[in-house]
């Protein structure tokens, strides 16, 4: 088991930048795939970004557009999302997820972290 614990999400203003950072504990950190989900009110669930077991193996959701950077650290068991040029569309609930690394589904999810940018 793996438990996940988003902190950082809040209220900002277009243009400016949030943190969030999503605490694992339970089995090896390193062995899983971690990843960044959002949802917005009356959409699905989407991708953001995952990290492999190094930060050099990373990917991003498409409409990220180099604004969002994932990092994680092994040592710390922690992955953080930067966030930087936050727009109104980005405002949503904001997942940490893991899965293992040959899994197909993301088995383990946060609680959620709610990001509002005020225009």
């Known amino acids: 088991q793996v438990q996940l614990v988003e902190s950082g999400g809040g209220l900002v203003q277009t243009g400016g930048s949030l943190r969030l950072t999503c605490a694992a504990s339970?089995?090896?950190?390193?062995?899983?795939?971690m990843g960044w989900f959002r949802q917005a009110p009356g959409k699905e669930r989407e991708i953001i970004a995952k990290s492999r077991r190094t930060g050099d193996n990373t990917y991003y959701g498409n409409f990220v557009k180099g604004r969002f950077t994932i990092s994680r650290d092994n040592a710390k068991n922690t992955v953080d999302l930067q966030m930087n040029s936050l727009k109104p569309e980005d405002t949503a609930v904001y997942y940490c997820?893991?899965?293992?690394?040959?899994?197909?589904?993301?088995?383990?999810w946060g609680q959620g972290a709610q990001v509002t940018v005020s225009s």
């Open positions: 339970g089995r090896t950190f390193s062995s899983y795939v």
């Open positions: 997820a893991a899965k293992d690394m040959m899994g197909r589904t993301w088995d383990y």
